[in-house]
């Protein structure tokens, strides 16, 4: 009975226009209260402490402050009109730089949250501002920040790697096909949609004349810094990946010096919209964090799991329960802690049923992600509402998200049954 | 849908109109609350510094930081709650007001806000009061942060609870500016 | 019967939580016939470094942590760091009713102190020309920071999640770590070497003191019974897990170094006077008396 009542005061306080983080903090009250008693509530303040001063949840405000900064320096105008002259009249191409841009930026950084909302403030105006569909936009957003995690580097499959005692190097490289499959879905996705109706393509004619290819390609140099600055440097053994989203943003500052935007008033722009998109997307995180640990307390969590797991089923339907929880929880929960409940309660059972580690924790690790894009608590949706242009409302997000959960249970089901996919690379190491 | 919690300068509008006490208070209250965003400006500016310093140091000169990583994550959380105040003050909390965008009759979008505002309003008032409390007993104990270059926790309680309770301050502001507006319009009519 | 709400500080990649935790849970039902029970949560509930105030505000009656985890409140128990892990002798120094000193003015009552030992320090490469950590990066707990500048290395911190990937890709050289269960933890992915220290690990299980003071006589004694039983079989303990963590290593070609006598001797020295440093830092008297209190029984030989 409380647990119901508990989901109606959630439900309640969102559709009332509570802004989400205090929904979150009025369920969280509520909850303790009822667990516990006034005593409960004593974990908020050290929680709150403990997630604000979380060392991996640094990145967030640096992607954001890189992609301000990208973006001021109009160095993704630079990019899309490179791209055009390079490519010339592709239909789609546009779309696929978001994608590609998408995938890249998502292997860059771990964090879904980090992607959605840096994209949000870089290709989702420029695709914008060049007349792109919104709603094909911010998909294609979505679906590459849900790809962050599994592309490598990635901390959440190091975290599943230590906690499952699977390979980590294995895991990661498991990772990349799925993630260049789903990349490969969201291209044919668009080229299907523009062929049926083309009105959604970017504007073909930005009344800019048609530059020549090698004085595009030269122009994409300065950009390259900042790829260099953040992929170059981790997988040099120079930074780590918190140190080289710091090192991006330097970058990003001497980009904008060479195309000679760089000025006290851009930075100060940059670093005034980064604190306020980071601390309204830092406090949901804040929020969640001890709803995660009101669900460990209660038990709840746990117990749902073994229930589950204790039926007597086909282990393809095994599979697609065990699939369902994080999918489902991850909506509501912080992944990081809701992976420390599930992975030790899941690992035996990978043997147990002989799934294939490989697949099984990749496919778990894109679901943890899905629940971060699935309307409507998706902290990914809240994350680019909000970076976006104001065109781009929340509800837009949630329609613009659907088919791209579509592709990805796509995806899902590829792996599945496809099982070389990821087994092939790791074979390799 | 907006993404709109205390609509921004709501609080400000009805001041104007107010007496000069509440005047003054609210125009002390936007200062503070802009000097929260510069303090949080500085923090995020001191926190991509440090670490791109700290990444140089290491590499090239083989002398880490070994305050940074610590550093840094005190600055996230200074940056988070000296900035809090100001978001709500803009509005650019995200919320899905659903059925404010279903209700297509003024008057009971004006009950739904004020309905969303008064709950926006208790919630942070009592996430203040907790946080309030945690900081008394860690200034009182003298608890510090367990990290290497550990820091009095109740500075970094401080500033939470400064981001707390200032949002709940703007957010009643807004609910004043709202039932002023209300007691405005029906005066004219 | 008595149902008693546990915090532990690890998830079960670290074997401590099975062999200290969880064991003293299981010693206190079995002596108790089935009395006490005891209901354990970890870090998802409250995060590590976060446990001490729940248990003091009483949401958890029991906390089985590692002091490192709260030396914004407590540090005078890195110092046995330094000493031998021999419980029997550690009880007789009367050193605990030092540590109780200073729980005791924190709101909790100190029931144990099980000393597990085992601390190794793993390098993606070989020792220095010197035989020793000249010219290499090692990531390490600022405490710790003097063990490594004593030989030669440079101290590195780094988040925890930030300390795989940057052995990995060679942003760092090196990390210190316990031994029981690194291989679970993905050292032998990350690193080639490894060599073992005589650094001690001391753990320590806490109560709320309301609790505590509440309890019956009868079943204050299963508890100290209990945890008389539990400090001294964890140096037998863990001896039986190092070496099962040196023989999956072997297994994983993680290559075992051994220090020179010279560079071994440099390490030991400074490890007493780094812990006693560290330990000192928040109450200089009180940590004074626990060092005078293990020294006069010979731990520190
Ligand atoms: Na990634
Ligand atoms: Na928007």
Known sequence: ?429 | MTETAAAPGQGAATSRKGSPLPRAFARIHDGLTEAGLWAAIAALAGLATLSFIGTLARYFFGTPIGWGPDWASYLLAGCIFAAAPAVTARGQHVAMNLLESVLNFPMGRLLLSFAALILTLAILTTTAWIVWGALRAAYVAGTATAAGYPIPRWWLLAVVFYGFASSAVHVLRSLIGLVATVRSDQNRV | ETTVRMLKTWDSRYPGSVVICDRFAELLTEASGGEIKVQTSGPETIPPLQQLEPTQNGLFQILCTYPGFHTGSATILTGLESIRPDAQAFRDSGAIDVVRETYDALGLHTVSVPLAHGYAIYLNRDLSDAGDLSGMQIRALPPQHPYITAIGGTPVVLPPPEMFSALERGVVDGAAFPLAGATGYGFTEVTSHYFGTNITSPHVILANKAFWDGLPQEVRDVFETQASILEDETPDTYRTLNNQEHARMAEAGMKRLTLSDSVAAKLDDAVVKGAWAFAETRDGETAVRLRAAVEAAGLLE
């Open chain 1, 1 to 429: 009975m409380p647990l119901y009542a508990g989901v109606a005061v959630l439900f309640g306080l969102f559709f009332l226009g509570v802004p989400v983080f205090a929904a979150f903090f009025g369920f969280n009250i509520f909850a303790a209260l009822m667990l516990m008693g006034p005593q409960m509530l004593s974990i908020f303040p050290a929680s709150i402490l403990d997630t604000s001063t979380t060392s991996e949840l640094v990145t967030v405000p640096l992607f954001i402050l890189l992609g301000e900064l990208l973006f001021r320096s109009g160095s993704i105008t630079i990019l899309f009109n490179a791209v055009d002259d390079i490519v010339g009249r592709v239909r789609g191409r546009q779309y696929v730089i978001v994608v590609l841009i998408s995938v890249l930026l998502g292997a860059l950084s771990g964090s879904a949250v980090a992607v959605a909302a840096m994209l949000g403030r870089t290709v989702m105006a420029e695709g914008m501002a060049r007349g792109g569909d919104k709603h094909l936009l911010a998909g294609l957003v979505l679906g590459g920040a849900c790809l962050a995690p599994v592309i490598p580097p990635s901390f959440l499959v190091v975290l599943i790697g230590m906690l499952s005692g699977t390979s980590i190097s294995a895991l990661l490289a498991a990772g990349v096909l799925p993630g260049l499959v789903a990349g490969a879905l969201f291209f044919l996705y668009v080229q299907a949609v523009l062929w049926r109706d083309p009105s959604r393509d970017t504007q073909r004619d930005t009344g800019r004349p048609k530059g020549s290819a090698l004085r595009a390609v030269l122009s994409l140099l300065p950009f390259s810094i900042v790829i260099f600055a953040v992929l170059g440097l981790i997988l040099l053994g120079i930074a780590t990946p918190n140190e080289s989203a710091a090192c991006g943003v330097f970058g990003a500052l001497a980009v904008a010096a060479i195309y000679r935007k760089l000025s006290l008033s851009m930075i100060i722009d940059s670093l005034r919209g980064t604190v306020l998109l980071s601390s309204m997307i830092l406090l949901i995180m804040a929020a969640s964090k001890i709803l995660t640990q009101l669900m460990a307390f209660s038990g709840l969590t746990s117990q749902l799991v073994s229930a589950l797991a204790g039926l007597t089923l086909p282990p393809v339907a095994v599979l697609i329960l065990l699939m369902l929880i994080p999918f489902v929880l991850c909506m509501f929960l912080d992944q990081i802690a809701l992976m420390l409940i599930l992975i030790p309660i899941y690992t035996p059972l990978v043997g147990t049923f002989g799934f294939d580690p490989m697949m099984f924790w990749t496919l778990f690790l894109l679901n943890l992600t899905l629940g971060a894009i699935t309307p409507p608590f998706g902290y990914a949706l809240f994350a680019l509402g909000a970076a976006s242009p104001a065109e781009l409302t929340l509800r837009d997000t949630y329609l613009a998200a659907l088919p791209f959960i579509g592709l990805i249970i796509v995806t899902l089901v590829l792996v599945w049954a496809c099982p070389p996919l990821t087994a092939w690379l790791p074979s390799l190491l």
